[in-house]
Antibody
Framework: QITLKESGPTLVKPTQTLTLTCTFSGFSLSTSGVGVGWIRQPPGKALEWLALIYWNDDKRYSPSLKSRLTITKDTSKNQVVLTMTNMDPVDTATYYCAHRRTTGGGAFDIWGQGTMVTVSS | QSALTQPASVSGSPGQSITISCTGTSSDVGGYKYVSWYQQHPGKAPKLMIYDVNNRPSGVSNRFSGSKSGNTASLTISGLQAEDEADYYC???????????FGGGTKLTVL
């Protein structure tokens, strides 16, 4: 059974760097084809894809946020970490991590519960 | 990359069928068979309902089906039930970033 859980601060100040951790179980990020993504959702708004990391350390980023994002993995700890620099109130959102299907187009088949992050001074 | 275009809202009565459209470009929806659909109830994480245009994950009702024509994908829900009332999001692989793009979401109301 695959599970994922996001953790990190609930409140950050503008200009600070946000660090979120996704801790997962039920799969290994060293297995060919496996990927983990980050998606966020501002209150009352749509989902927005942020980043994706694959088993081979290949990384993909949203073009609009690429300069502010870094995604890394720690295979031994079963964790994926997302950092976002220069936080702004518009970055207030629920942040989700999700497991990417290993075949086909790689839809996100299992999601974490999400973690709400508020950006405010 | 721009978000995929979905209608803001659709509605239907119990037992009816509804269709939600998702329009993109040849760089995403039209260029690949990699469209997914997610259902999200208030306060909950999204749930995968359809992947690769027309495939259902195990456990998803066969009342949910997907299709694609050109740059537009569609989600059809037949035999509407009260529990289907939720927000629905489409997504697609996009070659512009070799990543993912989501639609703006559609709120389904079961009358």
């Amino acid at each position: 059974q695959i599970t994922l859980k996001e953790s990190g601060p609930t409140l950050v100040k503008p200009t600070q760097t946000l660090t979120l951790t996704c801790t997962f179980s039920g799969f290994s990020l060293s297995t060919s084809g496996v990927g983990v993504g980050w998606i966020r959702q501002p209150p009352g708004k749509a989902l927005e894809w942020l980043a994706l990391i694959y088993w081979n350390d290949d990384k993909r980023y949203s073009p609009s946020l690429k300069s502010r994002l870094t995604i890394t993995k720690d295979t031994s700890k079963n964790q994926v970490v997302l950092t976002m620099t220069n936080m702004d109130p518009v970055d207030t959102a629920t942040y989700y991590c999700a497991h990417r299907r290993t075949t086909g187009g790689g839809a996100f088949d299992i999601w974490g519960q999400g973690t709400m992050v508020t950006v405010s001074s | 990359q721009s978000a995929l275009t979905q209608p803001a809202s659709v509605s239907g009565s119990p037992g009816q069928s509804i269709t939600i459209s998702c329009t993109g470009t040849s760089s995403d929806v039209g260029g690949y068979k990699y469209v997914s659909w997610y259902q999200q109830h208030p306060g909950k994480a999204p749930k995968l309902m359809i992947y690769d245009v027309n495939n259902r994950p195990s456990g998803v009702s066969n009342r949910f089906s997907g299709s694609k024509s050109g740059n537009t994908a569609s989600l059809t829900i037949s035999g509407l039930q009260a529990e289907d009332e939720a927000d629905y999001y489409c997504s697609s692989y996009t070659s512009s970033s070799t990543g993912i793009v989501f639609g703006g979401g559609t709120k389904l109301t079961v009358l």
